[in-house]
């Protein structure tokens, strides 16, 4: 697939809003831990580095069972950035109000989530981490390696884990039944009113 610069900017908006919360917790695992895993895929039976490197090994099984998925179906890109956007309006908690009209369409990238983790047992990361992680697994798939394309790829880091998942703070809310009421931008918008909300929901700037 081809790189879009609309898709980078909707990564960087991702970014923004996937690094905000307090809950979140900065890996302070070195470089040898993500040596570690490329190399190894970190393979639970070499112990001593499994036990050293829990976070960053339960990242890269997560990474690589997304993009599986995405290898299998690539549609399924560009339906996991949008439902990271729509996660991250409003918090990236890993939950969608599938009441809500704008969510329409939420349950298949959901669905397929559940089913290419569901084989890993997550001790470090949350569904919302996972979700956020997802967002970056497919816009990686979806830049071109083709000298063509002009500038390399980009590095979509995933540097912090523990976001609260929707049900920390919310009894009735789960993966399906997030919090209602988050405001999505209208199509109608003109760019002044979309840079407001860029601004206001991510602390973004017209830059």
Known sequence: ???FPAMRRLVLV???ASTHGDDDQGLDQDARCYDYAVITDCDPLRETWFANCPVT???H???RAIAAAIDADKALAAKFLRLAFH???GGCDGCVDMNDPENRGLELPVAALEAALEPLTLA???RADAWSLAALVAADASQSTSPSAGAGPLDFRFDYVGRANCEDNCEDCGPRAGPPGRGFPEST???AELLRFFEDEFG???R
Do not use: G, K, N, Y
């Open 87 to 89: 996660d991250c309006v």
């Open 61 to 63: 099984a997560t990474r």
């Open 124 to 126: 470090h990361l949350t």
């Open 204 to 206: 973004l700037d017209a």
């Open 1 to 3: 697939m081809s790189r």
């Open 57 to 59: 090994c339960e990242i």
């Open 189 to 191: 918008l003109h760019t």
């Open 14 to 16: 991702l970014l923004a």
